[in-house]
């Protein structure tokens, strides 16, 4: 019955992807075609080429990627590569779109499986395909047996991204066990001048940008965890040439869609050919598929810039805006928001979240949300967790006053929950202890004093709904801060036979995904972050989700410019959360000024996590200043162009970082100082992507330009002269409003 029920979970959830998926094309004519001479796929959207063909042996083999090439210009037919030597046959130096382990393959196949008679090559051969819109899909079949591939590629015309992913069927008559699966290959065109960018990081210092050459071998990005992590991020960006920048240059990049244990490969191989290759993570992982049944991969998405990582990352943003996020193609701004957790930690009770409700109403907050302790026996991180009941001690009422509270102040409310998570001292977990990731009769080890729930169970999954809709649905409530704070560790799953449990990587977040699905289509008011002990679950998975994500619990305001600098280069601004707590920061003791706190957190969505009951009047002021001159820049900043004019990175003492409307008649500079020395004045800021005929008059957010800048100037005079920012000391930042302004001769 539980098998039963796990297979109706997932042809569920498969169905509601298909749906998700085919949301994703472009209501445009088609840019997929397909050349029957030649016998190759062509998709040409958004400036970019991407074409493959079937080969003389009846393999996929990659032709190009790159800039867009004239539809005039036809390409050959694919030909297979001759074997390098008797060590390296023709299987593997010919590149495949999507190889099976078999047949003498030595680089990273898209599909390895193993067959009950111990049969474990797989050779996979072009069988059909189809075109659909914006939708092409191949069929692939063993040569042998009836294990047939189906291949997605879906194309985003405004960008020229690439969506691929991979559904393996099971038509033999036996159960087919898959031990590693990949969503695609991406090939890049033969080359040894190519280098690596990708995303690190750990809990409070996250998405640290790296760079390094690609040489021969294999790089491994990846995560282990059970979910996305905080180490690595599943995205990757590869520069061609030995000086890229951020406007120019040949760039590569891609970002896979899930939210489990991931892995992304980069190979160089001994003939000089680049892959990428991207999907579920091997380790640990099996997937046992009965007859008749089927697995999909996750979508891994893939885009070409010709002008360098800047527009790599602008392509990104717009692609997440339009085609990923819930509210796409025009999602709602984030309102500015204000959250207790700082304030009060786990001390909630209903006359102190009144009294910060009525502080944050005073500066111009939209939306106040109650952090954790609001529930079960809650009053540390050792207990309540899982027992999803309003504590009567702390609000002998319920919610409903203070959330009636925060309406009448012209707010609108969230709250904080931790859904997959479980204290050993709660009663839920009394109730049930085998409803957590464990291996029978081994330890279970705890972090942060909570277990995680196997969210894989399908009685798990409903508990976890159930619960939610209950608040939701007693409770006027537009907002979950869904938090997840650790790990997994102990990943079994006694419920299941021994050779299926290592399917609870997939099925777990399947479940997680079909849970939020059901909650957005019963609420759809209510919006949800992603939260993960700061940025530890953030990808285009759970963004098609989710409204925003926390990037980082480290919410110290210097440091913030790095992490958002480096969450910037995969995603978009519009989610980044960035509050303005504190000072000095609990992170290193620093200490600044308000104005730099929120100038720091206005470059994304801006939220305040301070504790307001000790704030001056002059911090109030200048709190309510700055939230009202971020709602005239929001939209801007929010879903804008994003020009990263000079990093903070690698210890650099400025950072200044630019944002342009859409359609160019806003642009908004943040500017930031570390320290002066010797005098040096502030380095001229160079704007990008302003109209250069059109004149903009500068309005100061905070901070000066230096004496006789102008006040009205052409979009070509502030992209060549610049911007003569006045910054001197330690710890400063100004910020400007350019608008776009007609009849208006430039001038002083």
Known sequence: MTRLLIRLFRAAFLASISLSVHSLIAQAPTDIQFDESSRVFRIDAGGVTYAFGINSVNELQPVYWGGQISAEDRFPPTLTKPEAASFDSSTTTTPNEYAGWGGGLFVEPGLKVSYPDGNRDLVLHYVSHAIKGNELTITLKDIERDLFVELHYMVDHDTGIVGRSAVILNKTQTPVTIVEAASATWNLPRGTDYSLRYLTGRWAGEWNLQKQPIRPGETVLQSRRGSTGHQNNPWFAIERGEHPDEESGDVWFGALAWSGSWRISVEQDQLQQIRVTGGFN????????????????????????????????????????????????????????????????????????????????????????????????????????????????????????LIDKVHSLGMDFGLWVEPEMVNPNSDLYRKHPDWVLNFTGRPRSEQRNQLVLNLARPDVRDYVFGFLDDILSHNQIAFLKWDYNRNWSEPGWPAVAPGEQEAVYVEYVHNLYSILRELRKKYPQVEIESCSGGGGRVDLGILGLTDEVWPSDNTDPFDRLSIQDGFTYAYSPGIMMAWVTDSPSWANNRSTTVAYRFLSSMQGSLGVGANLNKWTPAEFETAKQMIAAYKQVRETVQHGSLYRLTSPRDGSEVSVTESVAIDKKQAVLFAFLHSSQMGYPFPQAYMRGLDPKANYRVTSIAGALAKNSPTVASGDYWMSHGVDVDLRGDFQAAAFRFDSVTGTKSGR
């Open 282 to 401: 091997p380790f640990d992982f099996s997937y046992k598929l009965p007859p008749g049944k089927q697995l999909e991969t996750p979508v891994f998405y893939g885009g070409y810039s010709h002008h360098g990582i800047g527009e790599a990352s602008r392509l990104l943003h717009h692609f997440e805006l339009t085609k990923i996020l819930p509210q796409a193609p025009t999602p709602k701004p984030r309102p500015v928001i204000y959250n207790s957790w700082e304030a009060t930690e786990f001390r909630v009770d209903e006359p102190g979240q009144v009294a910060l409700a009525e502080k944050a109403a005073s500066i111009g907050v939209e939306r106040f949300v109650m952090d954790d302790g609001w529930f079960g026996q809650r009053k540390d991180d050792h207990a309540g967790l899982g027992d999803w009941y309003v504590n009567k001690e702390k609000f002998p009422n319920g919610l409903k006053p």
